[in-house]
Structures are given as C-alpha cells and as structure tokens.
C-alpha cells in the first residue's frame, strides 16, 4: 500500500517544463484572431485568423495527450483512483475554460446581446457548434465559440483514445485521424453537404488535434529531441516544406467553394503548426528566441484564453459608442481598431489576475491533493 502511495505520488509531480516560446505563439495566433475579427484587410496569403484557430487545437492535442499520459501512470500506479483521476482531468478541464467563458455570457446576456439570450442554452453546454449547423450560417455575435464547443467535445472523446490505445499503436492512430479528418471534408465537398460542417465539427479538426498529439508521442519517446541529428540536407528541406504548406493553405483557401482541394486545407496547416510547435519545443535561438520569450509577447500568450472570449462581445458592446463618436471601419479605422484592442487587452489582463489566475491556484491545490484509495476488507490500515 506505501509503495503503491509513493508512486502516485511520483505520479502526480510529474509536470512538463514551460515553454514561454509557447507563450509567444499563443500571443501570436490571438492577434491573428483578432486582426480577423477587428476586420483589418490583409492580403489573402497573409489571412492568419483560420491558421490562429487550428494552432490552438494543434496546441489542446499536445498538452492534452501528455497530461492524460501522466494520468495514465496515476491510474497504474493506484488502480483504485482511477476514477477520481478521471474526474480530476474532466474538473480541472472545466475549471480552467468555464468561468472566462460564462462569466462573458452572463455579460453578454446582461448588456443585451440577443444572440446570447436566445441560445444561452447552446452555449453553456458547449454546443455552439451544433447550434451554427442547425442555423446553416455564422451568428455574428456568438460564432467564435464553436472553437471553444470543439475543443470541449475534445476533452470529453479523447481519453477514451490515449487511455485505452496502446503506446505502439499510437502512431498509426495519429495517422488515421490526420486521414480521417481530410477524408471528412473531402466527403462533405463531394457530397455537397453545407460548408459550415466542415468546418465546425469535431469530425472536421481531427487532423489538428491528432497532429499535436503526435507531437507529444514524439516528444515523450524522446524522438523529437534527435530531429537535430538528421543530416544538415534533411534539415535545411524541413522549414522549406513547413513553409510550402503554409503558403499552399493561404492559396488554398482561396479556391471556390465546391472545389476538392479546398478540403486539403487544414490538413496541410496542421503540418505547418506542428513544425512550429516542434520548432520551439526544441528551442528557438538567437532573434528569434528574444522575439516570442520578449515579456509583452509572453504576457499577451498568458491572457490570450481571456482575451479570445471576450473579444467579439466588446466589439458588438463599444462600436455603437465609437460609432456615436465618428469612429467606424470607414473613418479613422486604425484609431477605433486601437481602442477596440486596448480594450479587449485591459479587460482579459483584469479576468487573467483576478479570476482566472486566483481559479488556477485554487484549481492547482484542490487537485494535487492525493487521492486515497478506498480500503477493502483485505486492506489492514496500517499498510
């Protein structure tokens, strides 16, 4: 009983090193979200917002898939709290998401915006998704959290794959849900199913997730720390393809609708991100190591959660009153798209310190607490 303790307890402290190059890229994919959003016009090679929104599922399949690992050795190390580890993953899940997310419906629902109020039901459950196919079309005011509904639906679906799959046949799995989901979008073009389904399902970001999660597989096999003894030639052609996915995605996604090749799109994305996740996984040096680790970039990756929430909503609240001021996406664009973003910005800071960030500690130390297996009759105390 001691030994089967101390290894939980070995278990529990297992935790991954912080990357605040992660930081930098999460900073980095929030202001494209934004830029989307504030309706900056960029040129269609340089769209970052659909790319900003797969990088953080890239970025869920990776951190997801090595916190159920750890799990994993929790729930072999003490059989008996294999529940409690389970519902440890979903609480702490739903500790770290759900009150930035509910705390922007309960305020959007307060200030009136009628897209909240009529649907708050979709929303809190996570099932924005869902609740834009039923529509057929985006519901400004609220489409933005389908990503957070996928990433939830995520949550529930994938530790029945880690906990369940064995380690060697993780690889071939990741293959198949990288096929899978290219596969889906291809079916729904070919099929000429509305384009929203594609795009919104869980189905269709298959090969997002699946892409961080073998990174994680690689990084907990110790491969990724070998990419760098390939030969200098394999190297060097390893940015060149990274980057020729990413320029084919923008090309890409500029294609009709109806066009097969439209469903390649996210998948060759998600090869991208995932070099660049391997990229800083592996450490990122000289200029561009001060750049994604400079402190305003870090800062802004910490809120980046906060300020992905709240974002649309202060655009709907506050541009009626810039607009009242002679403020518009036509008249002094860049002077509203400043305050828009400081405000955005001020307000994620103020959710990050005073809610989230208390939620996290108090998260951190509810569930580090070591749960104790229930004795059987067999089990003498003193054990």
Known sequence: MITRSLKLSEALKVKSAYQPHLD??????IMGVLMEHLGLAMPSLLRFGPLSVRFFFVLSGYFITLSLWRMKSQMDACPEASMGCLGRFYLNRLLRIGPPF??????????????????FFWLATFQTNHYILHLGYWPNAISHFWSLAVQEQFYLFW??????????WFMPAMAAFILFGLGFRIFCITTNTNTLMRWVTLFG??????????????????????????????????????????????????????????????????????????????????????????????????????????????IIIISPLLLSCGL???HFPFIRLLILLCLTISIASCSWHFMEKPFLAWKDSLLSRDPQPVLTPLQPSSA
Not at 102 to 119: K, P, S, W
Not at 159 to 168: C, I
């Open 24 to 29: 930098g890229l999460r900073a980095i994919a």
């Open 102 to 119: 509910y705390l922007a419906l309960i305020v959007g629902a307060l200030f009136g915006v009628a897209e909240v109020r009529a649907n």
């Open 159 to 168: 530790p029945m794959v880690v906990l369940a799959l064995p380690r060697k």
């Open 205 to 314: 970001c298959f090969d997002s997730f699946a892409a961080g999660a073998l990174i994680a597989y690689l990084k907990q096999t110790h491969l990724l720390d070998k990419i760098r003894l390939l030969p200098n030639a394999i190297l060097s052609a390893i940015p060149l393809a990274a980057f020729a996915c990413f320029f084919m995605g923008r090309a890409l996604m500029t294609l009709p609708e109806g066009n097969i090749w439209l469903g390649f799109t996210e998948t060759v994305d998600a090869f991208f991100l995932a070099w660049l996740l391997t990229v800083s996984l592996n450490g990122v040096k000289n200029c561009y190591a001060n750049f994604l680790g400079s402190q305003p970039l870090v800062y802004l990756g910490r809120i980046s959660y906060g300020i992905y929430v709240y974002h649309v909503f202060v």
């Open 328 to 330: 518009s996406e036509n």
